[in-house]
């Protein structure tokens, strides 16, 4: 069983900054790739950022040059770095893990999701 834990959303003001972390745990045996999508109240699921094992990143327009996705292989952990944030980045965020066994059977995990706000 693999778990997911979300932490770092909340509300900050136009212009600030946010760090989210999400760690995985449980029987892991490789992880592809790691990320975060959000959903904004109304729309559906969109990506914002991932990056895979091997360092290969890739951003929503809407985000280019303002976030910065990272891992912790050693740590099974992503971390999205948000700057320069705008009211429209408001979404509740959601972390996605896809990982594969020894039998290259991939497997796609969410975290359970942790809430932006960004209002003055």
């Known amino acids: 069983q693999v778990q997911l834990v979300e932490s770092g959303g909340g509300l900050v003001q136009p212009g600030g900054s946010l760090r989210l972390s999400c760690a995985a745990s449980?029987?892991?045996?490789?992880?592809?790739?790691m990320g975060w999508y959000r959903q904004a109240p109304g729309k559906e699921r969109q990506l914002v950022a991932r990056r895979t094992s091997g360092g290969i990143t890739d951003y929503a327009d809407s985000v280019k040059g303002r976030f910065t996705i990272s891992t912790d292989n050693a740590k099974n952990t992503v971390y999205l770095q948000m700057n320069s944030l705008k009211p429209e980045d408001t979404a509740v965020y959601y972390c996605?893990?896809?990982?594969?066994?020894?039998?290259?059977?991939?497997?796609?995990?969410w975290g359970q999701g942790t809430l932006v706000t960004i209002s003055s």
């Open positions: 996605n893990v896809l990982t594969y066994d020894v039998r290259f059977t991939y497997r796609e995990l």
């Open positions: 449980g029987s892991i045996f490789s992880i592809a790739d």
